[in-house]
């Protein structure tokens, strides 16, 4: 079992930066895939970041590649994202996970196992 907290949000003009952190319990930290999702009001749950264990493997999507950055300190059991030119459309709660291995298929919500709470972005035009 895995418990994920997130922390980090808040509200940012455009342009601005922010970097979201996500705290995970438990001893194996290094052998979980994790990823970073997004939801905006009104919208599906969208994949944006994903790192694998070791964290020598990442993925981003489209809309967010040369601006955020995943990384993670697996010594502090902890997974980031660091958002760069935030812009408005970048709005949304946004969500880490996890799951224990290789995820192939990191882009699908229901790849990951374990999900945090959530904490609000905001980005004001």
Known sequence: Q??????????????GSLRLSCA??????SSYFMGWFRQA????REFVAAISGGGSSK???DSV???????????????YLQ???????????YYCAARAGW???????GAYDYWGQGTQVTVSS
């Open 41 to 44: 009001p009104g919208k599906e």
């Open 59 to 61: 993925f981003y999507a």
């Open 2 to 15: 895995v418990q994920l907290v997130e922390s980090g949000g808040g509200l940012v003009q455009a342009g």
């Open 83 to 93: 958002m760069n030119s935030l812009k408005p459309e970048d709005t949304a709660v």
């Open 24 to 29: 995970a319990s438990g001893r194996t930290f």
């Open 65 to 79: 590649k040369g601006r955020f950055t995943i990384s993670r300190d697996n010594a502090k059991n902890t997974v």
């Open 103 to 109: 995820i192939s298929n990191f882009n699908a919500r």
